[in-house]
């Protein structure tokens, strides 16, 4: 059975970068086929796709954070990461990292439990 | 880039019909038959309920379905039981190889 599990730090400086990790278990991020995603949520709003990576190394990131994230996967740690760069209050939120599918990668099943990120100086 | 349209509650009695819609675009909810969507209790992850407008996963309760017309999708939970009272969120594909959610309803069970 697949799960996920975040990891990172909980608070985070203004203007500094912002790291998380998922742990990948039950399955291999290499596999052939398989994308990984993240996506976030601030407290008592809704939920936003961040970006997804594809098995291969293709990434797709939402347009508003493009500039400022990057997704990538370690297949020897079998886990994929989060960076996002000079990250504001508005980034302050809880991060999920899930498995994307469908023929667009575009459903989500599963998901990590989430780990909130505080950006505060 | 503009979340998906979504009402901001909803109720209804148990036993119940209610309907949740999700209103996008061509790009997106119209353009494609890949609207997904995910119950989620408070500080709990989202879970998938519906994918590619009305496929249920296994595991999910035959209350809940999915339909669409045109550029808006709906959920709809027959027989309403007061573990449904959650939030509601629908996604979709977009034309640019992006996915964007709803901005979620929160389903009370009077």
């Known amino acids: 059975q697949l799960q996920l599990q975040e990891s990172g730090p909980g608070l985070v400086r203004p203007s500094e970068t912002l790291s998380l990790t998922c742990s990948v278990s039950?399955?291999?991020?290499?596999?052939?086929?398989?994308?990984w995603g993240w996506i976030r949520q601030p407290p008592g709003k809704g939920l936003e796709w961040i970006g997804s990576?594809?098995?291969?190394?293709?990434?797709y990131y939402t347009p508003s954070l493009k500039t400022r994230v990057s997704i990538s996967v370690d297949t020897s740690k079998n886990q994929f990461s989060l960076r996002l760069t000079s990250v504001t209050a508005a980034d302050t939120a809880v991060y999920y990292c899930?498995?994307?599918?469908?023929?667009?990668?575009?459903?989500?099943?599963?998901w990590g439990q989430g780990t909130l990120v505080t950006v505060s100086s | 880039q503009s979340a998906l349209t979504q009402p901001a509650s909803v109720s209804g009695s148990p036993g119940q019909s209610i309907t949740i819609s999700c209103t996008g675009t061509?790009?997106?909810?119209?353009?494609?038959?890949?609207v997904s969507w995910y119950q989620q209790y408070p500080g709990k992850a989202p879970k998938l309920m519906i994918s590619?407008?009305?496929n249920r996963p296994s595991g999910v309760s035959n209350r809940f379905s999915g339909s669409k017309s045109g550029n808006t999708a709906s959920l709809t939970i027959s027989g309403l039981q007061a573990e449904d009272e959650a939030d509601y969120y629908c996604?979709?594909?977009?034309?640019?190889?992006?996915?964007?959610f709803g901005g979620g309803t929160k389903l009370t069970v009077l």
């Open positions: 590619d407008v009305s």
């Open positions: 990576i594809s098995y291969s190394g293709s990434t």
């Open positions: 039950g399955d291999s991020v290499s596999s052939t086929g398989y994308f």
């Open positions: 899930a498995r994307p599918s469908g023929y667009f990668y575009h459903y989500f099943d599963p």
């Open positions: 061509s790009s997106d909810v119209g353009g494609y038959n890949y």
């Open positions: 996604s979709s594909y977009r034309s640019d190889s992006t996915v964007v």
